[in-house]
């Protein structure tokens, strides 16, 4: 598929938007901004149109995705809402939060959304160039990030084309992303508990034991650069390209000043820093594992953990 369309690079202004509209409601891929990365969405209603986003990005079948509303209403036509999804939608959305819910018989949505599975992953972004996407096209888009299965996930343009030129219609470029790390989340069971799935921006506590694939980012083997990642490092080997964080220094840093959020949103640009430089491996100084450190470190456990 390498080559297939010519990637074209959207200004995310009210013409592109409209732009991006027509492009996926004719069944097409765009990659699109969020607050935490880039999503590369289709419209989620059409089987086709998803079938293209397994496609290009090369990701497996079994691996569910991702679907976009505009409001807890649309969300409520897609996904079974007990009173603690109402609770958490209420509290959350638009936000950095995705519910993992029991899938309505009557979903509008493509089968493959799910994977197979009999509950669909929603989420209502807060970023303002998706929110106006969703307004325009008035149907759910499904968006995983905007990158090659198993790879750095993008948090600029730039990082998209890197990935998926030529495999993809379009990219709505609207800056760098704020959060830096995928949504949260959780899934809702029947009698009201809540378990974290990824964690994310949004701290829910420990992440459930994974026992299949239920939610996207649940691979042991993610958000990976073509080269080892040693973690915890406190010292640099010749060969090192070194991820710095708080007081140690390196060929980047995530945060200078020790500001776990600044790492989050850092974290993907100095992977694809560190993924692009000549030195042969890359070493990340130790985060700290509380609060949004915790999704830091997970990410940073699957980007280390060699693919099977």
Not at 196 to 213: K, M, Q, Y
Request: net charge negative.
């Amino acid at each position: 598929m390498v080559g297939k369309y010519a990637t074209e690079t959207i200004l995310a202004d009210a013409t592109g938007i409209a732009r991006a509209a027509r492009i996926l409601r004719d069944g097409g891929l765009v990659a699109v901004p969020t607050e935490t990365v880039y999503g590369l969405a289709a419209r989620a209603d059409d089987d086709a149109a998803v079938a293209r986003i397994y496609e290009a990005k090369g990701r497996p079948s079994f691996n569910p995705l991702i679907v976009h509303v505009q409001s807890v209403e649309q969300a409520r036509t897609h996904g079974a809402f007990n009173p603690t999804a109402e609770e958490l939608a209420r509290k959350y959305w638009p936000g950095p939060l995705t519910l993992v819910l029991p899938r309505c018989d009557d979903a509008r949505l493509a089968s493959s959304v799910s994977a197979g599975l009999p509950t669909v992953a929603l989420r209502c972004p807060a970023h303002p160039v998706m929110r106006q996407l969703l307004a325009e096209c008035a149907f759910p888009l499904a968006a995983p990030s905007a990158n090659r299965s198993g790879f750095i996930s993008p948090t600029t343009a730039g990082h998209v084309l890197a990935s998926l030129d030529g495999r993809i219609d379009a990219i709505l470029d609207g800056g760098p992303c704020k959060s830096g790390l995928e949504s949260t989340i959780v899934a809702v069971r029947d009698d009201g508990r809540i378990e974290v799935l990824r964690p994310g921006p949004l701290d829910f506590g420990t992440t459930a034991s994974a026992d299949g694939i239920e939610a996207p980012g649940q691979l042991a083997s993610h958000y990976a650069p073509s080269k080892p990642v040693r973690l915890d490092a406190t010292e640099v080997a010749p060969d090192d390209f070194m991820i710095g964080f708080g007081a140690i220094g390196g060929d980047c840093t995530l945060s200078s000043s020790g500001s776990l959020t600044e790492a989050a949103a850092r974290l993907y640009a100095c992977l694809h820093e560190g993924a692009r430089s000549e030195k042969p491996r890359i070493a990340v100084a130790p985060i700290p594992e509380e609060g949004i450190g915790i999704a830091i470190n997970d990410r940073l456990r699957r980007a280390a953990t060699p693919p099977d």
